[in-house]
């Protein structure tokens, strides 16, 4: 199974986190733990996701699976719980008694409530007992509701964020980069984005690499090619080219197997 091209989202269910935190943590997801979804769950037995640079908590309420990263293979026991940042191609490897609580931020994020850059983390597994409470984790591992997970993973998130915040220039000025080139609908290259909000070339490049350790030119390539391949297998009557900064269907395709090794066929 790849991310994307297969709707993995069949398999979890989702929360929005509440407004303060709406800027930092795009959702809180759990799986679907129904023994009537096994047979769904088993087709999705080998999750490949492509790179986001979304720091990711996998807090583990079932059995162990494996994780390969940067062409190593790594088991998750199940009493592991662990942080990544998917800078790279990473693919999960499960059972279908799998149940994954998540928290997934947006870039960024885990800086601006917990302190944590995540240009630290490149081609990382992370133990969250290094940086979560442990009477937390024991907390969300009790069986109760994925509702009552959410809103104990958001307090302690939210009193952290209120103790640590600081109008951070660096973050904010990256927010308002990806804001811009979402706005000009991903037609802007990374100079025009920079002269757009008064600042040099050098200074963009400077600001992405420290928040999010990627180049602005590398990160815009990556959302442009997500966000549109997203709306490609969702709506493949109704793509645009254009209306993500691809000259036509052609130009598109590259992109796509040079984000995924995979041609558009296979999504069909």
């Known amino acids: 199974m ?8 069949r398999i979890y269910v989702f929360s929005k986190p509440c407004g303060e935190l709406a800027d930092y943590i795009e959702f809180f997801s759990e799986s679907i733990t129904d023994t009537s979804t096994y047979d769904l769950k088993a087709e999705f037995s080998s999750v490949k996701m492509f790179p986001s640079w979304t720091p990711t908590f996998y807090i583990n309420l079932g059995t162990p699976y494996y994780i390969d990263l940067k062409n190593t293979r790594y088991k998750i026991g199940s009493d592991d719980d662990i942080l990544i940042l998917r800078n790279e191609d990473v693919t999960r490897h499960k059972l279908p008694a799998d149940n ?3 928290v997934k931020f947006y870039p960024g994020g885990l800086e601006a409530i917990l302190g944590l850059n995540q240009a630290g983390l490149i081609n990382q597994i992370i133990n969250l007992s290094h940086i979560l409470p442990a009477e937390l984790l024991v907390k969300i591992k009790q069986p109760v509701s994925f509702e009552e997970r959410v809103e104990l993973m958001q307090s302690f998130l939210l009193t952290a964020y209120f103790k640590n915040h600081q109008q951070d220039h660096y973050l904010r000025m990256v927010n308002d980069c990806i804001g811009e080139y979402h ?12 002269e757009r ?13 420290r928040v ?14 997500r966000t549109a391949l997203t709306a490609f297998v969702n709506h493949k009557d109704e793509f645009v080219p254009l209306d993500y900064g691809y000259y036509d269907l052609s130009h598109f395709h590259k992109d796509v197997i040079k984000f995924t090794g995979q041609k558009l066929m296979r999504s069909k």
Do not use: D, W
């Open 183 to 194: 706005a000009t609908a991903m037609q802007l290259n990374t100079s025009a984005v920079a």
């Open 197 to 209: 909000l008064f600042i040099t070339s050098k200074t963009i490049n400077r600001y992405f690499n």
């Open 212 to 225: 999010i350790g990627i180049s602005p030119k590398s990160y815009f390539s990556i959302l442009r090619a």
């Open 100 to 102: 994954i609580f998540t």
């Open 2 to 9: 790849v991310e994307i091209f297969q709707n993995i989202r």
